[in-house]
């Protein structure tokens, strides 16, 4: 009886990881035959409001210093971090990191193209990059003469970020795309609204609170202290969104495209 019961589970569990996969496989394929001006149009709207979570990280920190202890301000910042994945997930628009997970499931399955996943890829960066770059040259400046963020508090976001080496920062963004890709799959299993804000909140709480560097979100934050700041520089700037963008596609496509991919296909029908 009981090891009819474990087959039953474990027969069940299999179809779940089958139906999460084709769903995956499902919505990589719309996204691949989107039009191109669609594409770009929801990207650039996720890169501009992904930056509200950087800029209520920054009002945080303003606030906050020599009010709450370390721990507190971390998780008040992680939260207010989540924010912005909040806004971009449940509002369906286009963001770089969930794609190098969902769009490699249909080229793995042999239904798309390398060429087809390039252009994805491309034009989605590009307009996650394009919105998030507008977002911290109209706000930032806004915020600071609003007196709700201080320029030492944008400082204090990107520092965090690009003072590391590049092994350290290249790792660090193979973690944040890999749990960008496992909120992909999670979110597909999610059976409601408030289980995908909670995954999303978790997952995405996690990456701001360990200061992992997401290349999309990462780009406002460091952005905040290039323009409000003499601490980074361009330099810094063009290091750390190389280097965290590799670093998020690896994460994404290795630890989860092609494991999740190859454990439901390889365990069976």
Same mark, same amino acid.
């Given at each position: 009886?009981?090891?009819d +019961?474990?087959?039953?589970s474990g027969v *069940?569990? *299999?179809? *779940?990881?089958?139906?999460i996969?084709d769903? *995956?496989?499902?919505?990589?394929?719309?996204?691949?035959?989107?039009e191109?001006?669609?594409?770009?149009?929801s990207a650039?709207s996720a890169?501009?409001?992904?930056?509200?979570?950087p800029?209520?990280?920054a009002?945080?920190?303003? &606030?906050?210093?020599?009010?709450?202890s370390?721990?507190?301000?971390?998780?008040?910042?992680?939260s207010a971090?989540s924010?912005?994945?909040?806004?971009v997930?449940l509002g369906?628009?286009?963001?770089?990191t $969930?794609?190098?997970?969902?769009? =490699?499931?249909?080229?793995?399955?042999?239904q798309?193209?390398?060429?087809d996943?390039?252009?994805l890829?491309?034009?989605?960066?590009?307009?996650?990059i394009?919105g998030? #770059?507008?977002?911290?040259?109209f706000?930032?400046?806004?915020?600071i003469?609003l007196?709700?963020? $201080?320029?030492?508090a944008?400082?204090?976001?990107?520092?965090k970020?690009?003072?590391?080496g590049?092994?350290?920062?290249?790792?660090?963004? &193979?973690?944040?795309?890999?749990l960008?890709g496992?909120?992909?799959w999670?979110v597909?299993?999610?059976?409601?609204?408030i289980? %995908?804000?909670?995954?999303?909140?978790?997952?995405?709480?996690?990456?701001?609170?360990m200061?992992?560097?997401?290349?999309?979100?990462?780009? =406002?934050?460091?952005?905040?202290?290039?323009?409000?700041t003499?601490?980074?520089?361009l330099?810094?700037?063009?290091?750390?969104?190389?280097?965290? %963008?590799?670093?998020n =596609?690896v994460?994404g #496509?290795?630890? =989860? +495209?092609?494991?999740?991919?190859?454990?439901?296909v390889?365990g069976?029908?």
């Amino acid at each position: 009886m009981s090891e009819d +019961a474990n087959s039953e589970s474990g027969v *069940q569990s *299999q179809a *779940q990881s089958h139906d999460i996969l084709d769903t *995956q496989i499902e919505e990589g394929l719309n996204e691949l035959n989107r039009e191109s001006a669609g594409l770009f149009l929801s990207a650039l709207s996720a890169g501009l409001d992904i930056g509200f979570g950087p800029l209520l990280i920054a009002v945080v920190v303003t &606030v906050s210093t020599g009010e709450l202890s370390p721990p507190t301000m971390e998780l008040l910042m992680a939260s207010a971090y989540s924010l912005g994945f909040l806004f971009v997930i449940l509002g369906q628009t286009e963001l770089f990191t $969930e794609h190098t997970t969902l769009a =490699v499931l249909p080229v793995l399955d042999r239904q798309a193209s390398f060429v087809d996943l390039g252009r994805l890829w491309g034009l989605v960066y590009g307009g996650n990059i394009v919105g998030g #770059t507008l977002f911290a040259v109209f706000v930032i400046p806004i915020s600071i003469s609003l007196g709700i963020a $201080e320029p030492a508090a944008f400082a204090e976001v990107a520092t965090k970020l690009t003072d590391h080496g590049a092994f350290t920062l290249f790792g660090a963004g &193979v973690l944040a795309g890999w749990l960008m890709g496992l909120l992909s799959w999670l979110v597909t299993a999610a059976s409601d609204t408030i289980s %995908t804000v909670a995954v999303i909140f978790i997952v995405t709480g996690a990456i701001g609170f360990m200061h992992l560097p997401h290349s999309i979100a990462g780009n =406002v934050e460091v952005l905040g202290g290039l323009l409000a700041t003499n601490e980074v520089t361009l330099a810094d700037y063009g290091r750390f969104l190389v280097t965290s %963008t590799a670093g998020n =596609v690896v994460g994404g #496509t290795v630890f =989860v +495209a092609l494991l999740k991919y190859g454990h439901v296909v390889r365990g069976g029908s």
